[in-house]
T-cell receptor
């Protein structure tokens, strides 16, 4: 039990579908993250939420839309995705946000393996 | 955009020996931070060591030290007296401070280190 639960574990969708990834953390953390991990590519930090306030880390396409209704739940809404979006999407949480002097570990979920047909 | 390159996907080292993980980065920024993170099978992302770019002295944390070559944009991690618990995925990361909205992080592809008993 990692304390960070992601659903679904696997998702196959067509390019015209709309789906959502869900993340839930039971650790009382204030910061939550979405990462994208593709084979042989750098780990990509997509979005950061601190006390439900969003910070976008990279230039993420608008077909990815995060939502953080409270500090325990995080969603990633997907629509009109492209084949290159196939990847492992990881959710993480930490007590304080990732930063220059943050020593708090991030706790990761097991990820959602997304495949775009 | 900043890029972080880890050229060693996998490495192994005998217990008690020393190993060096390489990392290079590309940036036009002058103010930034560099990190090494460890992700063991427990799936926590743990900070191993940090280096402020404005500091010339190499950071050290117990058995972990870095060789920071700012002009060469190189940031290697040396692990001395390797222990079985050091077995993990190691990510090199670059952070650019962004005023107001937070910081931007860029990660490498990771190096999977196995310590052999």
């Amino acid at each position: 039990e990692t304390g960070v639960t992601q659903t679904p574990r696997h998702l196959v969708m067509g390019m015209t579908n709309k789906k959502s990834l869900k993340c839930e953390q039971h650790l009382g953390h204030n910061a939550m993250y979405w990462y994208k991990q593709s084979a042989k590519k750098p780990l990509e930090l997509m979005f950061v939420y601190n006390f439900k306030e969003q910070t976008e880390n990279n230039s993420v396409p608008s077909r990815f839309s995060p939502e953080c209704p409270n500090s325990s739940h995080l969603f990633l809404h997907l629509h009109t995705l492209q084949p290159e979006d196939s990847a492992l999407y990881l959710c993480a949480s930490s007590q304080v946000p990732l930063g220059a002097y943050s020593n708090q570990p991030q706790h990761f979920g097991d990820g959602t393996r997304l495949s775009i047909l | 955009a900043q890029t972080v390159t880890q050229s060693q996907p996998e490495m192994s080292v005998q217990e008690a020996e020393t190993v060096t993980l390489s990392c290079t980065y590309d940036t036009s920024e002058n103010n930034y931070y560099l990190f090494w993170y460890k992700q063991p099978p427990s799936r926590q992302m743990i900070l191993v060591i940090r280096q402020e770019a404005y500091k010339q002295q190499n950071a050290t944390e117990n058995r972990f030290s870095v060789n920071f070559q700012k002009a060469a944009k190189s940031f290697s991690l040396k692990i001395s007296d390797s222990q079985l618990g050091d077995t993990a995925m190691y990510f090199c990361a670059f952070m650019k401070p962004v005023g107001g909205t937070g910081n931007q992080f860029y990660f490498g592809t990771g190096t999977s280190l196995t310590v052999i008993p």
